[in-house]
């Protein structure tokens, strides 16, 4: 039986809404455990930028928050003043969203970089060794060809100048090329490597072609083969975060500090 014009849009109205209410309902009940796996995402990735966790390794989720609550320290810190932020808890903390919240970031400066907003606040991950901070781990971010890349550094905490290890955990980046930024093997070329020059600006590149080792070549990073402008991403955007307007200040305090 052949049904009206209105009959057959108006069915199809009601299977949208119904549609829609489903998405909607489990969307909402799925918030948390989103939520709680971005957080574990997250946690993995410090683990592993720190060391304490082998490429590849895989954990439960109860081992991975058992051994990032046993070892890390997070600390919000206020980007400008370059020290701990007053009454922000780290645990609530999400800088991503802070950065795109006017009432909690700022208009970054032209940089290239690329990034348009910096965050009020910060967050720097303290690795704990002995009782003492080992390492410090710092999220950094930029464009590349295609995509913002996100990440994580590993600087070590004696001199805040020695890198210990990098990761990039999002971007979209060709495969193969630029998504090299994720290859076991080119990461592994960064620990030894040094941030900063003899007169504390960063000098660390990521050049084209193969770099020496790092005790005798400490300031730069074979390129990615066939990626030159993900390769100068990465080079502006580590120089960024690590300048005047990113952790430049808070690791300052930090070596007056010694580290503490």
Known sequence: MAHSTGYTIGFAALVC???????????????????????LDQQKQVLAVAGLMQEGETLKPDEVKK??????????????????????DPAGFDQRKAQKDPAQSREAPPNNAKVLRLPNNALVYKVLKDGKVDTLIFPIEGYGLW?????????????????????????????GLGGEVDNPKWKALWPGRKVYGDKGEPQIAVVKGQAGPAA?????????????????????????WFGPDGFGPYIQHSKAAGGK
């Open 147 to 175: 995509s913002t890349l996100y990440g994580f550094i590993a600087l070590d905490a004696k001199d805040t100048n020695t890198v210990k290890g990098i990761t990039f955990y999002q971007h979209g980046e060709t495969p």
């Open 67 to 88: 051994r990032f609550a046993d070892n890390i320290k997070p600390e919000v810190v206020d980007l400008k003043g370059g020290v701990a932020a007053q009454g922000v």
């Open 17 to 39: 809404v119904v549609c829609g209410v489903g998405i909607a309902s489990a969307a909402v009940a799925l918030a948390d455990r989103q939520a709680e796996n971005k957080k």
């Open 216 to 240: 005798s070549d400490a300031y730069r990073v074979d390129g990615l083969s066939g990626a030159t402008i993900t390769s100068n991403g990465v080079t502006s955007l580590v120089r960024f």
